[in-house]
């Protein structure tokens, strides 16, 4: 995951001057004989005078990730817009800050592996969308910002440091939904690396224990999701239609629910991602051409299908520490989660749901180019097979949902929010809770089993609609 540090006192407790590290390590690797071509010309470029430079983009949760570049011009520090002499790095601790009170170990061979299987999708696919990694290298860093929290008296921790070549791909796909205008054209491109990672042939090197490592980790995170829901039901909050759920659930029926959450995350039926949120799909930033509305809408109606100067959009899946082999339908439940999240803001923010509901149907949209592929790739037509992974991925939206968004506030603050009040900020973020339980109780706990893989899928669109109707008539 890559969300922000939002405690600002262990923000301010750090006084590691992580950017230093970064580029020494880098400069390390930066040599006229190095193997890869954009390392050989950062090298000329230093070569002639100019410094490598770095710039902190984020300190995650469980990392922290720079843009190491060199300037245009000598002097002009500042300037990072040449991408063509620019690499991402990501520095990778041994711990990770989901809960910032108490720690998680996390294993740091999740790094090595994710450069792993970097290079092996690289070239297992045709234009791959994945950024080309460079170098994964040890370092030793100051405990800093961590040392009480993890009880160790050493100063100093292990780390990994991953260095991936930076693209023109570098918005989060998640703005796009966040403007209502979105590039379509990456709807298929990721449904396909998405099967075809679901059918990784290199079974000897990527096997049933690769990066299981990750687990224990993600474990501890279930739990702390169980103790912050026991805390929502046990308090005095002013309730909301998702608080009433859950409190009508009761805590054995929450406990039930998130049991089968974590029966399916136990699962291991395809090489998974396991981290492809729509913040972790970079595409390049493009601007609308030729609006696929039809019938002079108004500028509310802002969705329209993009073009660039290429027919095929850049797109860079990123964060691929978590990679494991896991439950199948959890990529596509993480794909589809930001879509009906920022639909719900759209709903409530325009008081109808014809943007949102656009917004909404790109999620069908995904699942047809996703199963298709699947199909082709597993040479099998098989409406059973199917139904089970769209069970997993409702499951799995559900969760990103309601124990991402609602319970934990993961990419809140990113929501399109800012243009409603207070009261109608609650509602929607009590629609997103609600219907992470209604799509969790189909998909983990098979409400309605009987259902057919067609009756399944139109019992989705009608949850979903349901909630975008009730939230555009609340904000009226």
């Known amino acids: 995951m890559s969300a922000k540090v939002t405690d600002p006192n262990r923000q301010a407790s750090s006084q590691v001057d992580f950017e230093s590290l970064v580029v020494a390590a880098f400069v390390s690797l930066c040599v006229a004989d190095s193997p890869h071509a954009r390392l050989r010309q950062m090298h000329r470029a230093t070569q002639n005078g100019r410094k490598v430079h770095c710039r902190a983009l984020s300190g995650g949760k469980t990392n922290r990730c720079f843009k190491?570049?060199?300037?245009?011009?000598?002097?002009?520090?500042?300037?990072?817009?040449?991408?063509?002499?620019?690499?991402?790095?990501?520095?990778?601790?041994?711990?990770?800050?989901?809960?910032?009170?108490?720690?998680?170990?996390?294993?740091?061979?999740?790094?090595?592996?994710?450069?792993?299987?970097?290079?092996?999708?690289?070239?297992?696919?045709?234009?791959?969308?994945?950024?080309?990694?460079?170098?994964c290298l040890d370092l030793t860093v100051p405990s800093g910002e961590f040392r009480d929290g993890l009880n160790t008296d050493t100063g100093v921790r292990q780390a990994k440091?991953?260095?991936?070549?930076?693209?023109?791909?570098?918005?989060?796909?998640?703005?796009?939904?966040?403007?209502?205008?979105?590039?379509?054209?990456?709807?298929?491109?990721?449904?396909?690396?998405?099967?075809?990672?679901?059918?990784?042939?290199?079974?000897n090197d990527f096997g049933r224990d690769f990066n299981q490592g990750?687990?224990?980790?993600?474990?501890?995170?279930?739990?702390?999701?169980?103790?912050?829901?026991?805390?929502?039901?046990?308090?005095?909050?002013?309730?909301?239609?998702?608080?009433?759920?859950?409190?009508?659930?009761?805590?054995?029926?929450?406990?039930?629910?998130?049991?089968?959450?974590?029966?399916?995350?136990e699962c291991r039926n395809a090489l998974v991602h396991h981290d492809v949120h729509l913040f972790n799909i970079l595409v390049e930033p493009a601007t609308p051409s030729n609006a696929s509305c039809n019938n002079a809408e108004t500028q509310k109606i802002k969705q329209a299908t993009l073009t660039s100067e290429r027919d095929e959009p850049a797109v860079v899946l990123c964060d691929w520490e978590m990679t494991f082999w896991g439950p199948m339908g959890s990529d596509p439940g993480k794909v589809m989660s930001w879509p009906l999240a920022v639909a719900c803001c759209h709903a409530a923010a325009d008081r109808d749901t014809?943007?949102?509901?656009?917004?909404?149907?790109?999620?069908?949209?995904?699942?047809?180019?996703?199963?298709n592929a699947l199909r082709k790739n597993m040479d099998r037509d098989n409406d059973d097979c199917e139904c089970q992974v769209f069970r997993e991925a409702m499951g799995w939206t559900g969760s990103m949902l309601l124990t991402g968004i609602y319970v934990f506030g993961l990419y809140r603050e990113e929501l399109p929010l800012h243009s409603l009040s207070e009261t109608l900020r609650v509602e929607v973020l009590a629609s997103i809770g609600l219907l992470g339980i209604k799509l969790m109780q189909y998909g983990f706990e098979h409400m309605e089993p009987h259902l057919t893989l067609h009756q399944l899928r139109a019992r989705y669109c009608i949850i979903i609609q349901e909630e975008l109707k009730c939230l555009a008539n609340n904000s009226r």
């Open 68 to 135: 190491i570049y060199v300037a245009y011009e000598d002097g002009d520090d500042d300037d990072d817009s040449n991408n063509n002499l620019a690499v991402f790095g990501k520095l990778a601790f041994d711990h990770a800050l989901w809960d910032p009170q108490h720690p998680m170990p996390y294993d740091l061979a999740r790094t090595v592996n994710e450069y792993r299987i970097m290079v092996a999708f690289q070239r297992y696919i045709p234009n791959a969308p994945v950024a080309t990694p460079l170098a």
């Open 161 to 203: 440091l991953l260095l991936i070549e930076w693209t023109q791909a570098d918005e989060p796909w998640a703005h796009q939904f966040n403007r209502g205008i979105v590039d379509q054209r990456v709807i298929p491109k990721v449904a396909r690396a998405l099967a075809a990672l679901h059918n990784f042939p290199n079974i």
């Open 214 to 265: 990750v687990r224990p980790c993600m474990r501890l995170l279930f739990q702390a999701c169980r103790d912050a829901m026991a805390t929502l039901l046990s308090s005095n909050s002013k309730q909301d239609r998702c608080l009433a759920a859950l409190r009508l659930l009761g805590p054995h029926g929450v406990q039930r629910l998130m049991d089968r959450h974590v029966d399916s995350y």
């Open 354 to 371: 014809e943007l949102a509901g656009r917004l909404a149907v790109m999620t069908n949209v995904f699942w047809e180019a996703y199963a």
